[in-house]
T-cell receptor, first 111, second 114 residues
Framework: AQSVTQPDIHITVSEGASLELRCNYSYGATPYLFWYVQSPGQGLQLLLKYFSGDTLVQGIKGFEAEFKRSQSSFNLRKPSVHWSDAAEYFC?????????FGKGTKLSVKP | EAQVTQNPRYLITVTGKKLTVTCSQN?????MSWYRQDPGLGLRQIYY???????DKGDVPEGYKVSRKEKRNFPLILESPSPNQTSLYFCASRDGLANPNEQFFGPGTRLTVL
């Protein structure tokens, strides 16, 4: 069955430190992969997406993600976290039609 | 401005009182869907629609109905709401059926069923 897994429920990093949020997918073929961010009380904002081609994709707000087929992963990274990055992050994967979301990773940022 | 709108944004109701949450998009998208978001469970799809008069169940359809009479609108109907339907609901749309375009999400509707 198709699935998207985010192994970390909650991560805390210090402001200015680097960040990596993990996402693993299980699909028969290469899925379309997305990262969304949800700030408290807000809707979902698309950070970046991968369809094909270059496996390193750049997104908004300084985020990037790398698609690794051998590891079935699509981890989200940022070199230096800002306090405003505190939010919940969702990885999602889709084939034809539907998106399957991971359960989310809540990011807290320490001053 | 391209957007997905939902109404109401907040709703408190009682068990058994029928309600409808409206969703409208102005991007001429064929594909629309409804999700519910619950803590620790992420977003789960309730229903989706690939075009007018074409709808199908998602992962958690029990207790919900939808209709797609017009391309722009995709209302979510709870005929007899129950407390376990207390949740945050998102409507989304995207264009094309095979195109892997991003889904555009509405602002969410927070529903409380007492």
């Amino acid at each position: 069955a198709q699935s998207v897994t985010q192994p970390d429920i909650h991560i805390t990093v210090s402001e200015g430190a680097s960040l990596e949020l993990r996402c693993n997918y299980s699909y028969g073929a290469t899925p379309y992969l997305f990262w969304y961010v949800q700030s408290p009380g807000q809707g979902l904002q698309l950070l970046l997406k991968y369809f094909s081609g270059d496996t390193l994709v750049q997104g908004i707000k300084g985020f990037e993600a790398e698609f690794k087929r051998s590891q079935s992963s699509f981890n989200l990274r940022k070199p230096s976290v800002h306090w405003s990055d505190a939010a919940e992050y969702f990885c999602a994967g889709g084939s034809q039609g539907n998106l399957i979301f991971g359960k989310g990773t809540k990011l807290s940022v320490k001053p | 401005e391209a957007q997905v709108t939902q109404n109401p944004r907040y709703l408190i109701t009682v068990t058994g009182k029928k309600l409808t949450v409206t969703c409208s998009q102005n991007m001429n998208h064929e594909y629309m869907s409804w999700y519910r978001q619950d803590p620790g469970l992420g977003l789960r799809q309730i229903y989706y629609s690939m075009n007018v008069e074409v709808t199908d169940k998602g992962d958690v359809p029990e207790g919900y109905k939808v209709s797609r009479k017009e391309k722009r609108n995709f209302p979510l109907i709870l005929e007899s709401p129950s407390p376990n339907q207390t949740s945050l609901y998102f409507c989304a749309s995207r264009d094309g059926l095979a195109n892997p375009n991003e889904q555009f999400f509405g602002p969410g509707t927070r529903l409380t069923v007492l």
